[in-house]
């Protein structure tokens, strides 16, 4: 095989690898402020305004409670936790996935909500009801883990959303996705009348 060839395949394995590569994202939560035609405008949970530019492919998610009750086995959920005693972990919210959404984001990594916290998606194996929380096995394809579920804790789910849910004061999660170098809102999760993704 000559020079050519050699330096050929190399760029096709380079380009190949960088393609399986995600763009990093970044996560922006606080309140909408305005929407305009290319941008949102939103105030962080620090108190900036900061504006982020989106596409006509901005995807719309709405974020609503449901009945806790929907946290049983065989339920494919995420949830955010926190370290708790002893090296245990206690849920800060719970999100039950749809059926269509099984396998989404399966695992066990850090996550962004608060220092120290972690997202586990995975499906409910068992559910143990205790005086002040629930403790919920969940269980993913590389391990398990059991997070306590404190009574309150928001169980929410998501669903399809429009650009009528975009109004100011409305609680909101920013994913931003660099696209050619350049940071773009990729997708919003929002709540109705006030009420805050708790992700």
């Not at 086995?73 to 099984?102: C, I, M, Q, W, Y």
């Not at 909500?113 to 929380?133: I, K, R, Y």
């Amino acid at each position: 095989m000559n020079r050519t060839l050699l330096a050929l395949l190399g760029v096709l394995l380079f380009g190949a690898a960088a393609a399986q590569t995600p763009e990093p994202t970044v996560r922006l939560r606080g309140t909408l402020e305005r929407v305009e035609p290319t941008s949102l405008v939103l105030k962080d949970r620090a108190g900036r305004r900061v504006s982020v530019s989106y596409g006509n492919d901005l995807g719309i998610t709405e974020v609503l409670p449901i009945d806790p009750a929907a946290v049983q086995p065989g339920a494919f959920v995420g949830t955010t936790a926190v370290p708790g005693p002893n090296g245990s972990l206690s849920a800060v919210e719970v999100h039950v996935f749809a059926e269509a959404a099984r396998g989404r984001g399966e695992g066990h990594r850090p996550w962004d909500l608060q220092p120290g916290s972690t997202m586990t998606n995975a499906t409910v194996t068992a559910v143990e009801p205790g005086a002040n929380d629930r403790a919920i096995t969940l269980r993913y394809k590389d391990g398990e883990k059991t997070i306590h579920v404190p009574n309150g804790v928001p169980i929410v789910t998501m669903k399809v959303g429009d650009k009528s849910l975009l109004v100011p004061g409305a609680k909101i999660i920013v994913t931003e996705q660099l696209r050619n170098g350049q940071p773009v809102a990729a997708r919003v999760s929002v709540g109705r009348n006030g009420f805050e993704p708790p992700m």
